[in-house]
């Protein structure tokens, strides 16, 4: 199995930047994606960013392009999510998660084999 632990999280102002990063150990069967998610009080679990096994090939849903980025280090089995310009709707629990081998660029929770314990994002206006 693959175990992840998110880091980076924190309390921070409108405009201000953060980066997450999420550790990854364990055995896996094959290649894995890692994504980002996050999940807002009273909300669903929503689609942040994911990276390829490689690192070449990003994919990041339509309310954070162009502010957030993310990237991995497969010699440290890390991933980071470079949060800039954050607004209060971006307030909640982020996750780090692994994908399935069979999914090479996923953006859906069901395409998800493992999931960290979450860091917590609270924007202030």
């Known amino acids: 199995q693959v175990h992840l632990v998110e880091s980076g999280g924190g309390l921070v102002t409108s405009g201000a930047s953060l980066r997450l990063s999420c550790a990854a150990s364990?055995?896996?069967?094959?290649?894995?994606?890692l994504g980002w998610f996050r999940q807002a009080p009273g909300k669903d679990r929503e689609f942040v960013a994911v990276?390829?096994?490689?690192?070449?090939?990003?994919r990041y849903a339509d309310s954070v392009k162009g502010r957030f980025t993310i990237s991995r280090d497969n010699a440290k089995n890390t991933v980071h999510l470079q949060m800039n310009d954050l607004k209060p709707e971006d307030t909640a629990v982020f996750y780090c998660?692994?994908?399935?081998?069979?999914?090479?660029?996923?953006?859906?929770?069901?395409?998800?084999?493992?999931w960290g314990q979450g860091t917590q994002v609270t924007v202030s206006s």
């Open positions: 998660a692994s994908g399935s081998p069979l999914a090479p660029l996923p953006n859906t929770p069901v395409e998800y084999d493992y």
């Open positions: 364990g055995r896996t069967f094959g290649n894995y994606a």
């Open positions: 990276v390829n096994w490689s690192g070449d090939t990003t």
